[in-house]
């Protein structure tokens, strides 16, 4: 049976000399039980097929499993190092970048984008709502904003900036994701980040803050040098069809998922999977975060219809990172 310990946080982790001497008889080739129950605890709501799914990717093993992942608010943290709302791929660019160090940018529609960023970050939608219907959009404004932010970002070339505006954005991780690409790589088990954000900003917040991803990830995202979109939320349900060939050669025999988002639409890309796929989702839910409120139990059971796992409280990866290690044994 699995021993697990608690930190402070009240998530469990699996103690260090637990770790070592069970890892070294998993690549011994030794059988290792694996059998643990995760029980209710604070901010860790399980849905009533979690214990089914987990024993199959337990029996599975590394060598079966695959993961899925959002990034945004994901792999990254809700609240900022600052202690404001963390800065996303886009929001990054549009918070951080010095106007003057764009000649031209702040006379096309980059103001207007701003300026929707700003309200939707401070929840006032319906100040946001009336802003774009001044801008007479045709279409869903989603959709008009997306391509207006490539556009745009291809035009001036906004790539160049991605890394001072990293550098001045109060963007964080999950504590924690170092374990878990560590993991990732350690047992060779394929990464695919599935986001609408931008590639160049996705791995130069990674990279600076110490947890580059694992060398076999894959990316399906947006490109700064690309002037069409790639993916956008309403498009997500097609992210596998649209991962490199690397990911598909090195899935094709792996019928467990591990699926991480923080919304419904992060589960979509489970659509391109193979009938017979095992997926276990866990959602980061940031309500009640702005606010600095608990989860309000209305969200958390309302996640819980489409995830098997909800955390709450802006978690760390700890509970991600001890499910992994539950799996390793198996196979």
């Known amino acids: 049976m699995l021993v697990f310990r608690r930190l402070g946080s009240g998530l469990p982790v699996l103690g260090a000399s637990f770790c070592a001497s069970h890892a070294k008889r998993c690549r011994s080739g030794q059988s290792v039980e694996c059998s643990e129950r995760f029980v209710p605890m604070s901010g ?13 990717l337990q029996a599975g093993g590394p060598q079966q499993l695959q993961v899925i ?19 996303e791929c886009h929001g990054l660019l549009l918070r951080r970048l010095e106007p003057r160090t764009v000649p031209g940018l702040m006379t096309t529609s980059w103001k207007h984008l701003k300026e929707l960023e700003r309200l939707y970050g401070e929840g006032d939608f319906a100040g946001a709502d009336s802003y774009a219907r001044s801008l007479d ?14 556009r745009l970002a291809v035009e001036f070339q906004l790539w160049r900036h991605v890394d001072d505006c990293t550098i001045r ?60 979109l790639t993916i956008y939320t309403e ?18 025999d792996r019928r467990c998922v591990l699926l991480l988002g923080d919304k419904q639409s992060d589960l979509t890309p489970a659509q391109g999977l193979d009938q017979d796929s095992v997926v276990l989702s866990i959602c980061f839910l940031s309500d009640g975060l702005s606010e600095r ?39």
Request: hydrophobic letters at 40%; proline letters at 3%.
């Open 169 to 228: 954005s109060n963007a964080r991780v999950r504590d924690g994701l170092v374990a878990t690409f560590a993991w990732l790589e350690a047992f060779d088990v394929p990464l695919l980040v599935v986001s609408a954000g931008l590639r160049q900003v996705m791995c130069c917040i990674l990279e600076t803050r110490g947890c580059p991803l694992p060398a076999s990830a894959s990316i399906v995202a947006n490109d700064l040098h690309e002037p069409t």
């Open 69 to 87: 992942t959002d990034f945004d608010q994901t792999l990254t943290a809700y609240i900022g190092n600052d202690g404001l709302r963390n800065d």
């Open 235 to 252: 498009t997500k349900h097609a992210a596998l069809s649209l991962a490199p060939q690397r990911f598909h050669d090195a899935v094709k």
């Open 44 to 56: 860790v709501h399980l849905g009533q097929h979690f214990e089914v799914r987990l024993s199959t």
């Open 137 to 150: 959009i045709q279409g869903k404004r989603v959709t008009w904003w997306f391509k207006t932010y490539q």
């Open 293 to 331: 409120r608990s989860a309000s139990a209305e969200e958390i059971q309302k996640h819980l219809q489409y995830f098997d796992v909800v955390l709450t409280g802006d978690a760390s990866m700890n509970f991600v990172n001890s499910l992994l290690r539950s799996i390793e044994g198996g196979g």
